[in-house]
């Protein structure tokens, strides 16, 4: 994802980075018809907003 990317820059707005990358993982989650893979887009975007994920991992 470009969210990704978005984190290395040293001008970048790291925080909205992580609500885009939110912001996407949800929405590719809406359009996934498997639940194991709506599951995965799902959990992965609320960890990122709890914070429980290390910045390794954004």
């Not at 809406?30 to 995965?40: D, L």
């Not at 959990?43 to 290390?54: P, Q, T």
């Amino acid at each position: 994802m470009v969210s990704d990317h978005l984190k290395w820059l040293k001008e970048g707005d790291c925080e909205r980075a992580r609500q885009v990358k939110i912001e996407a993982l949800r929405g590719l989650a809406v359009r996934e018809y498997n639940a194991p893979n709506r599951n995965y887009y799902l959990s992965y975007a609320n960890e990122l907003e709890s914070g429980k994920l290390s910045e390794v991992w954004f």
